[in-house]
Each structure stands twice: as C-alpha cells, then as structure tokens.
C-alpha cells in the first residue's frame, strides 16, 4: 500500500492510536473496493487502537456496500461508525456495522426499502432479487438496532408516499436506534462565547 496514495484514511494512521478513515459519497464498485483496500490495511498492517469510520453518502449499491458492511462487522479491531453528513440507503447500513454509531446533531439517517432501476421491474426474477435484498437488509437493521422487524418494517416502508423514513439524530434516539449520549454537540460560534463574556 502506498501510504502517499490513500484516499479515504486521513492523517497519519499508527499502531496503538485511533485511526480515522472516510466513506464520502456513493456506495459503488470503485469506492467500495477502494475503502475495503484501505481499511483491510489499517486492520492488517497498522493495527490502530480503534479505527473511526466517517460516512457521509447518499447510498447507492447493495451487492458492493454489502462487502463493506461485512469487511467492518467482522473487524477484530473496535470501529466506531459517525454520520458526517448523511447516511442514506445503502450508506446507513454500512453505518450500522461499526461496533459504536455516533450522528451528529445536524445529520441526516435515511431507511428505506431496496430497489432496482430496471425496464422489467414486473419481472419475477427482478422482484426476487429485490425482496431478497429487502429481507438481507431488514435483518441487519433488526439485529444492529435491535428493534423488531415489524418496527423495522414499517420504517422501511415509510408512511403515506414516503420513501422510507428519514431521521434527524433526537428522532433516531427517539426510535430507539441511537443511545442519546451517541449524539455528537455541535459547538457554538466563538464569537457566541466572546459576545456573552462582555
């Protein structure tokens, strides 16, 4: 691995020290691979105390983000998962693989059933390959949050013409899929600090 060439881990990565490593933007095979290189190197050759995983995507892929789901749930190493920005679709299940979830206060959870850009939507094999991602995917939120698959279920579903559910981080707390003391304060402006100090 050529440490110069890294695109996802950022800042120096060293033994026995937190390491931080980014899932930023879609969910596809060349970013997949690439951050499976990356953290499979971290984890094998670095060996960091913790490795901290920011994501900010809007999802994409269920066949590549699966590989990235499954390299982060079986890391012998502790992997903290921290919504950046937004966590949609296919990034909120890789999210849902570290081994602590944290969001922002200002970030954006996004759940909803699998889908298929396809012109043969109606045909069989499609629709079974599309319930098939489905019960994948409800099983690792039933599992990961704990929460059972008829709450899982309707989630995913949404309501009314919704596509899925979207969480703000005091809405996931309130679902019961984030531990309050997981929600990251966002800091106020100094100038706050100094106007409130005269």
Excluded at 16 to 23: D, E, K, L, T, V
Excluded at 123 to 130: G, H, L, R
Excluded at 190 to 195: G, Q
């Amino acid at each position: 691995m050529d440490v110069n060439k890294l695109k996802y881990v950022v800042g120096k990565a060293e033994a026995n020290a937190p390491a931080i490593i980014r899932f930023f933007g879609a969910v596809d095979s060349c970013s997949t691979e690439c951050f499976n290189e990356e953290f499979l190197w971290l984890q094998d050759y670095v060996k960091p105390s913790k490795i901290i995983v920011l994501i900010n995507s809007d999802g994409g892929s269920v066949l590549y983000g699966m590989s990235t789901f499954s390299i982060i749930q079986s890391c012998p190493i502790e992997v903290d998962c921290v919504i950046e920005g937004i966590a949609a679709s296919m990034g909120s299940v890789i999210w849902s693989a570290g081994d602590h979830l944290y969001m922002h206060d200002y970030s954006i959870l996004m759940i909803h059933n699998p889908f298929v850009y396809s012109q043969d939507s109606e045909d069989e094999n499609v629709k079974n390959m599309v319930n098939a991602f489905r019960t994948q995917i409800e099983t690792i939120y039933t599992k990961r949050f704990g929460l059972s698959k008829e709450k899982v279920r309707a989630i995913m579903d949404g309501e009314g013409d919704a596509d899925g559910t979207y969480f703000s981080a005091k809405e996931a707390v309130a679902a019961g899929i984030l531990p309050a003391n997981h929600v990251l304060k966002t800091s106020k402006q100094v100038t706050e600090k100094v106007k409130n100090t005269t």
